[in-house]
């Protein structure tokens, strides 16, 4: 069985799935949604996916949204427990799991995410004069504000849920890389070395 991923593979989210389920050797087709001409916003996409937006899986049948909540369920679904995700009978590598994924979405992707479409996204889809230097700063001020915090994390512990390589790494790593490729490379700054080996460990995580 092919699991079916509905998205547009230059999108973050959907490359964060395909990631997933390249780790797993989860045979899968990528079925491109055209976000240009507004595919995700028509009725007959919202009916998988209420929001419009992308991606989704079917996996025989099965709809499932959001990057986080597929990537869980494949990594439950298809061999991922103690590869990608904590034995869910280990209660407490499970809680710092969870710990670690938080702190992601909550301290990571939000400032990452307008860090790269302020800059990168707006350039790359040629809208270079809608760029805002204030937003920029908004954006870099959070991000940065929240380095100590992930220096001390990673000067503990190999990886962010602990020292086992987790779906919680692989969440940090396309938005990370667009960050750096937007030239905020203090990311690799002397002055976090352990945030600057985890980005040089054997995948990419910040």
Same mark, same amino acid.
């Given at each position: 069985?092919?699991?079916?991923?509905?998205?547009?593979?230059?999108?973050?989210?959907?490359?964060?799935?395909?990631?997933?389920? @390249? @780790?797993?050797?989860?045979?899968?087709?990528?079925?491109?949604?055209?976000?240009?001409?507004?595919?995700?916003?028509?009725?007959?996409?919202?009916?998988?996916?209420?929001?419009?937006?992308?991606?989704?899986?079917?996996?025989?049948?099965?709809?499932?949204?959001?990057?986080?909540?597929?990537?869980?369920?494949?990594?439950?679904?298809?061999?991922?427990?103690?590869?990608?995700?904590?034995?869910?009978?280990?209660?407490?590598?499970?809680?710092?799991?969870?710990?670690?994924?938080?702190?992601? @979405?909550?301290?990571?992707?939000?400032?990452?995410?307008?860090?790269?479409?302020?800059?990168?996204?707006?350039?790359?889809?040629?809208? @270079?004069?809608?760029?805002?230097?204030?937003?920029?700063?908004?954006?870099?001020?959070?991000?940065?504000?929240?380095?100590?915090?992930?220096?001390?994390?990673?000067?503990?512990?190999?990886?962010?849920?602990?020292?086992?390589?987790?779906?919680?790494?692989?969440?940090?790593?396309?938005?990370?890389?667009?960050?750096?490729?937007?030239?905020?490379?203090?990311?690799?700054?002397?002055?976090?070395?352990?945030?600057?080996?985890?980005?040089?460990?054997?995948?990419?995580?910040?």
């Amino acid at each position: 069985m092919v699991v079916k991923l509905y998205g547009f593979p230059s999108l973050t989210c959907t490359k964060t799935v395909c990631c997933v389920l @390249e @780790e797993l050797d989860v045979p899968y087709e990528v079925i491109i949604v055209d976000i240009f001409r507004g595919e995700h916003k028509t009725r007959a996409y919202k009916t998988k996916q209420p929001f419009g937006l992308v991606p989704y899986i079917d996996d025989d049948g099965f709809v499932l949204y959001e990057s986080r909540a597929i990537c869980r369920y494949l990594a439950l679904q298809y061999g991922g427990i103690g590869k990608l995700i904590p034995d869910p009978a280990d209660v407490r590598k499970t809680a710092l799991f969870e710990q670690a994924a938080s702190v992601e @979405e909550h301290n990571f992707d939000r400032p990452a995410y307008g860090l790269v479409h302020e800059e990168h996204f707006k350039n790359l889809w040629g809208d @270079e004069g809608a760029v805002s230097e204030e937003i920029l700063d908004h954006y870099r001020s959070a991000l940065e504000a929240k380095l100590e915090g992930y220096e001390a994390i990673l000067s503990k512990q190999k990886y962010m849920a602990g020292n086992e390589f987790s779906l919680v790494d692989i969440f940090h790593l396309f938005y990370g890389s667009l960050v750096d490729d937007a030239g905020f490379n203090y990311l690799r700054s002397k002055e976090y070395p352990n945030i600057a080996r985890s980005e040089h460990s054997d995948i990419e995580v910040i």
